[in-house]
């Protein structure tokens, strides 16, 4: 008979795990559409979103189940996901965006300087005040596993993986900076989507004018209300065709490009262009704007952005099984370092978004491009409104363009800066 390791998890079929964790998106999404008082008053507070991140991670910190030996993350990421973002970029009003204006790409790369410079700031700080936290000798320096969160932060996995090849770190110091990764990161978009139901206030003082993604969402809730009718199994199918055709069709262009790029230009590897997975959101997302100005837009009127939120808050749930909530316990003064980088980060965003009027939206958009990606971004944009989904989808590939780049400026700094 096998030996179970010690350290196993509970439930280690992948088919249980994913029955628990659509279980749990029922019952987040039952309860919020709620009309009990009790549960009014919850998500008034609690944002459904932020539950579909952290109770998974409850699950993982309890070994109920493992995140590190599922591979469903790995299937919604590379499968779900390109799709999801076919359908999610499908009714896209293209014109409607570009009168969004340039303060999108502005607060992106606000938030971009924000890591760049966080990360040596962050390192400073905690150097006068406990340098042992951060000091540490060859793999195990602290600020070469600080380079691998810059290119997460800027661009996504890709990004991080090359910082680790790239600035050495060793494995347990990966480790923990993972964990700080996701944690602080979370702990931040938390914040996001509970005030993205309150960015009104936040607009007022910065003094901001949001007319323009106002008449976004009202121009798309207009085409979405003529378009909209009872779906048919016709329409079902042909949008699931749609999403996971273009998906199979973006896996296809990604196999030829990346490998093409990795032995012809192994140069542009620093800014991510030969990882597969960079070409696969760049094709799924390219191709589903191209089918937003053909007669497939239509097929919004059947639901093509449910059906691509569902698959979303599926990866959703997938992200929030690989943290640990315990392990903030590990080593906490690496977690004060994160705290003060992301603050860093924040506070230039808010910094700038005052200086030019700009609304929260864009804060939030520009922070979680950089932050999380296109796994996270449009869900933040969804927090304000399912149409705006698409403008978190296009900054976040332009993140992972730009992740390496900027991970390596911010590696080196922290390295001249490290005690």
């Known amino acids: 008979m096998e030996e179970v390791a010690v350290d196993a998890p509970l439930i280690t079929n992948d088919a249980v795990v994913m029955g628990l964790l659509m279980a749990t998106l029922a019952l987040i999404f039952v309860t919020s559409s709620s009309d009990q008082p009790f549960w009014k008053k919850f998500y008034t507070y609690i944002p459904s979103l932020l539950l579909c991140y952290f109770i998974p991670s409850l699950y993982n910190s309890l070994g109920l189940i493992s995140g590190e030996s599922s591979n469903l993350y790995f299937v919604a990421s590379r499968y779900l996901l390109p799709a999801s973002l076919v359908l999610l970029t499908l009714s896209i009003d293209v014109k409607g965006l570009m009168k969004l204006g340039p303060k999108a790409l502005v607060m992106f790369f606000a938030g971009t300087i924000g890591i760049v410079l966080g990360g040596p700031i962050a390192l400073l700080i905690m150097s006068s005040i406990a340098p042992e936290i951060v000091g540490g000798v060859g793999p195990d320096a602290v600020w070469r596993g600080m380079a691998t969160i810059a290119g997460s932060w800027i661009g996504g996995g890709a990004n991080q993986a090359a910082m680790l090849e790239v600035f050495g770190a060793s494995n347990s110091l990966f480790s923990i900076m993972v964990t700080i990764d996701v944690i602080v990161a979370n702990i931040w978009m938390g914040f996001l989507l509970f005030w993205a139901g309150r960015s009104e206030k936040i607009d007022k003082i910065f003094k901001a004018d949001a007319s323009a993604i106002d008449e976004v969402r009202t121009r798309i809730e207009n085409y979405r209300l003529s378009i909209s009718r009872l779906p048919s199994l016709g329409d079902t199918m042909g949008i699931l065709g749609i999403g996971f055709g273009v998906t199979g069709l973006a896996h296809l262009g990604a196999d030829f490009i990346a490998p093409w790029i990795a032995i012809n230009a192994p140069r542009l590897e620093e800014f991510s262009l030969t990882s597969g997975f960079f070409w696969i959101v760049v094709i799924a997302t390219t ?61 230039i965003l808010l910094l700038v978004a005052k200086l030019i009027r700009a609304p929260f939206f864009f804060v939030a958009i520009g922070s979680q491009a950089n932050v999380g990606g296109a796994a996270s971004a449009p869900i933040v944009a969804s927090a304000f409104h399912p149409a705006l989904a698409p403008v978190g989808v296009l900054l976040a590939v332009l993140g992972y363009a730009l992740g390496t780049y900027g991970a390596l400026i911010c590696g080196y700094l922290m390295q001249a800066v490290a005690p």
């Open 287 to 347: 191709l589903g704007l191209c089918l937003s100005l053909t007669r497939a837009r239509k097929l919004e009127g059947a639901g093509a952005s449910r059906l691509g939120s569902v698959m979303i808050y599926v990866l959703v749930a997938t992200i929030g099984m690989q943290m640990d909530v315990t392990q903030i316990w590990s080593n906490p003064g690496l977690f004060f370092v994160g705290i003060i980088w992301m603050l860093v980060h924040i506070t």
